[in-house]
């Protein structure tokens, strides 16, 4: 559409108004002023040209410098709903990045105004952690590249942003089964059995609150692990996870009990199926923390430390870190070796003798040796 616009001294100008896809809609844009018509309507045929080319995916979106951090965070989430990683991602963008840059155009996102943010964070009354950041500034990277083949920004402004250092820390984890014993003893009924469970498996929480009794095969000593909140355990595949001695008993004793339960967790509601929902993990958080209080372990402990207790103990008994690594459904035995090889302080114990020889005795004097 052209538009003649005349001056107060009497000089025309042809304005041209066309259609454009900007923010997946298709919007009236002003695409220019031009002296003559001749050259309003070269301008606006080009444009519809290019927008036939965009249509057809031929060419990259027009730069849509309205499109704010906050659309463009809102459309990646849609993307990636069916994602593991969705909540996590939902939660760091919220609570860490949208309160400074939710209405600010993507465009006008630097470097420079990232690194800013990172400062930020670290000055506030309660500091963030260099680990928290570093996971943070990997998820809005993960954000950019979707924006990038959206073309809603020609580079991620992360790309050169260096991860801060972060001091590693040993894991925390009950090293003896004394000090299950203890948590296990301060647990009230309605968890026990869970943690018992965790200790005994080395499942993540996600994966043991949605096991079904269909999963749990007593007669072979296995519990296929296949499913969690989102579909796929966080591996992406199925595992078999042996059932031990002590997890054995306390199925046996679950099952039992079952009752019409076809989870072996159930939470109080039911879906629009009318079938049992998995119970929720904050009704877990706390009757735990509080176990761990009255057990007197240190308050730090957290549920997925009984992951870690896990490979502590199966290691420290002269379990092989091969079969470890199978258990927790990790891709590479590297990673087991990277995260858990050094647990117990007496893993080399058996090891010590091994290279074995003897200093002679110290000599009064220089020996001349032939």
């Known amino acids: 559409m052209i538009k003649v616009h005349v001056a107060a001294d009497g000089t025309k100008t042809f304005q041209v108004y066309e259609r454009a896809r900007i923010r997946e809609k298709s919007t009236k844009v002003y695409v220019g002023s031009f002296a003559s018509r001749r050259d ?69 996102i630097t470097k420079a105004k ?17 680990a928290t950041i570093n996971t943070l500034f990997a998820s809005l990277s993960a954000a950019y590249s979707y924006f990038i083949e959206q073309g809603w920004c ?27 014993q203890k948590l296990l003893s301060a647990c009230n009924e309605n968890i026990r059995t869970l943690v018992a469970v965790l200790v005994g498996t080395g499942m993540r929480l996600d994966e ?18 296949h499913r969690g909140r989102r579909g796929a355990p966080k591996s992406g595949r199925l595992r078999h996870v042996p059932i031990f001695d002590s997890v054995l008993t306390v199925l046996r004793e679950m099952k039992l009990a079952k009752g019409a339960n076809t989870l072996l967790w159930p939470g109080a509601k039911l879906d629009k199926f009318d079938e049992q929902l998995p119970r929720n993990k904050t009704s877990v958080f ?9 057990a007197g372990l240190s308050k730090k402990l957290r549920l997925h430390d009984l992951r870690h207790t896990f490979a502590g103990l199966f290691l420290a008994s002269g379990g092989d870190i091969f079969k470890l690594s199978k258990i927790l459904g990790h891709s590479s035995v590297a990673i087991t070796q990277q995260v858990y090889a ?17 200093m002679p005795k110290k000599l009064g004097a220089l020996a001349t040796f032939s």
């Open 208 to 225: 043991a609150l949605h096991l079904m009794w269909t999963d749990v095969d007593l007669q072979h000593r296995v519990i296929h692990v």
């Open 154 to 180: 020609a580079e991620n402004p992360l790309k050169f942003v260096r991860d801060l250092e972060v001091a590693e820390r040993p894991f925390l984890w009950l090293q003896s089964a004394g000090e299950v």
């Open 342 to 358: 050094h647990l117990h302080p007496d893993a080399f114990a058996e090891d010590y003798s091994r290279v074995s020889f003897a």
């Open 286 to 294: 706390r009757p735990f923390k509080a176990a761990v209080i009255r």
């Open 40 to 108: 309003a309507e070269f301008a606006a045929q080009q444009h519809r040209v290019t927008q036939r080319g965009i249509k057809a995916g031929e060419l990259p979106a027009a730069v849509d410098h309205k499109r704010t951090m906050g659309d463009a965070l809102d459309s990646w989430l849609r993307a990636i709903k069916d994602q593991r990683s969705h909540d996590e991602y939902e939660s760091r963008m919220r609570l860490y990045v949208r309160p400074t840059f939710d209405s600010t155009p993507l465009v006008k």
């Open 114 to 130: 990232l690194i800013d943010l990172r400062s930020s964070l670290k000055e506030r009354e309660e500091p963030i952690g260099n």
